[in-house]
């Protein structure tokens, strides 16, 4: 059956501004593609990352070399053997899965061998920022469970100034690879003193070996040092968890086996994401049943989601209708 493949940039602001150690964004602009067949029309949607050596130009034209690969039927088994994993890829994977379901008339939760897609409680993100000023956003989230965006050299602060803005709230603490050797320790000893509930990816990937002697209370996780299962490789002596980014997978179809596998080393998962909207959290949510963390907050950081996104009460999001996706 003959297939169309469009492709589309899109722009959306975020509700203020987004910041981590690498930098700020007061916007997010994604990367669509839409499979149509004359049955179904399967959509998919990615967020270009820079740390990655991404472009929204290199993705749109990585998925554009593509065209005639994916209008000539290929599917997804066929897709990682085409293109590496990445942005430009979890888009076509995404909307290959969404065709499948729609074309079917079979969720897609059912496809991915998840019997029931339950609502489930994200983590809600706070921006780097001075002390003070983090603690009062994180007390006027009034979310029970939050991210904490951290990398500078006020960390213990922070840390310190937010568990007392928020006593009763689960705080997960992200460096995103801005700690190091130096100040590790300390950095440890802080999150152990509030309580932190888990660690992400404190050093910076290639770095991972610092953790193998470090005594430690709270869970750490893998993300910026894990993409795909090629990257497993002696992570589960080094970490307890690893962060499942559709982004870095390269879809879905990767996502449920590097989950699987993780599984079967003894590593918990957390399902994660970039900054985009609901049409990139929705197959995301395929792994959320088995996930001890679910960060699925992108929508919840924008200024406006796109129309027919998830819904959201609160921090519990519900599983996505099939207009949206699968």
Same mark, same amino acid.
């Given at each position: 059956m003959q297939r169309r493949l469009a492709i589309a940039v899109e722009t959306y602001p975020i509700a203020g501004r987004f910041v981590i150690a690498r930098g700020a964004r007061t916007e997010a602009v994604v990367v669509t593609v839409t499979i149509t067949t004359s049955r179904a029309s399967g959509r998919g949607e990615c967020v270009p990352y820079a740390r990655y050596g991404e472009t929204v130009d290199s993705v749109v034209a990585a998925i554009e070399a593509l065209r005639n690969a994916i209008e000539a039927g290929a599917d997804r088994e066929r897709l990682t053997h085409l293109m590496p994993a990445g942005a430009a890829? !979890? #888009? +076509? =994977?995404? #909307?290959?899965?969404? $065709? =499948? @379901?729609?074309? !079917? &008339?079979?969720? @897609?939760?059912? +496809? @991915? &061998?998840? =019997?029931? $897609?339950? #609502?489930? /409680? /994200? @983590?809600?993100?706070?921006? +780097? =920022?001075a002390p003070d000023a983090m603690a009062a956003a994180a007390a006027a989230s009034g979310r029970p469970i939050l991210k904490i965006k951290l990398g500078g050299a006020d960390d213990q602060a922070r840390i310190a100034a937010v568990r007392a803005a928020v006593p009763d709230a689960t705080l997960i603490v992200d460096a995103n690879e801005g700690w190091s050797a130096g100040n590790l320790a300390e950095n440890l000893a802080a999150c152990e003193e509030a309580g932190v509930a888990l660690i992400e990816q404190p050093l910076p990937a290639g770095d991972d070996h610092l953790l193998a002697a470090r005594w430690r209370d709270v869970p750490i996780c893998a993300d910026e040092s894990i993409h795909t299962r090629a990257d497993l490789d002696g992570l589960a002596e080094l970490y307890d968890v690893i962060n499942i980014k559709l982004d870095k997978t390269g879809g879905l179809t990767e996502a449920l086996a590097l989950a699987d596998q993780a599984e079967e080393l003894g590593l918990g998962i957390m399902v994660g994401c970039m900054v985009g909207t609901s049409l990139a959290m929705a197959p995301a949510l395929m792994l959320a049943p088995r996930a001890r963390f679910v960060d699925l907050d992108g929508p919840l950081l924008l200024a406006r989601d796109r129309d027919g996104g998830l819904i959201y009460e609160g921090s519990i999001v519900q599983p996505p209708v099939p207009a949206l996706w699968g």
């Open positions: 890829r !979890n #888009a +076509l =994977d995404c #909307a290959l899965w969404d $065709l =499948d @379901a729609k074309e !079917n &008339g079979v969720p @897609a939760h059912i +496809l @991915a &061998g998840v =019997d029931r $897609l339950p #609502a489930v /409680t /994200t @983590a809600y993100t706070i921006s +780097l =920022d």
